[in-house]
């Protein structure tokens, strides 16, 4: 990947094997959007996909398309009955794309389980639970 880009983005979602031809015409349709050569290594018997959005960090507003062009493809991962990570986690990257997948009451019972187990939030602090509003769950 080096040779081809200087910088680039791993995505990290999970798609139903059988739906892997149409999800990948549109995540190159997605690159095309944003005028950004994405390379797709994926795990076609798991269905995880792994699409490496290349781009320059030195060409200004490069990264901002890269990181949108990923947040289009993880919700074409989720539209299609998948997930937004499949093996990586969620990180600060993919935390707002959690409303996506799960309605507000799943998110909240997550968090109950987070403040059981980490009443103090020490542990990876604010990298699953997209908006602070969630850390008033009693």
Not at 13 to 22: A, T, W
Not at 81 to 92: A, D, L, N, Q
Not at 106 to 120: A, E, H, R, T
């Amino acid at each position: 990947m080096g040779k081809l880009s200087p910088t680039y983005i791993v995505e990290d979602g999970v798609i139903p094997r059988n739906l892997l031809p149409e999800v990948l015409d549109k995540v190159m349709d997605i690159g095309l959007k944003y005028g950004l050569t994405i390379c797709n290594v994926f795990h076609a018997g798991d269905g995880n996909l792994h699409p490496l959005i290349l781009y320059d960090f030195r060409k200004e507003g490069d990264e901002k398309r890269a990181t949108q062009a990923g947040h289009e493809i993880l919700k074409i991962c989720i539209e299609s009955g998948g997930t937004v990570s499949g093996e990586h986690g969620i990180g600060y990257e993919k935390r707002e794309l959690m409303p996506f997948q799960f309605d507000k009451d799943s998110l909240d019972i997550m968090l109950k389980i987070k403040k059981l187990f980490d009443p103090k939030f020490l542990l990876n602090p604010k990298k699953i639970f997209p908006d602070s509003k969630w850390l008033c769950v009693n």
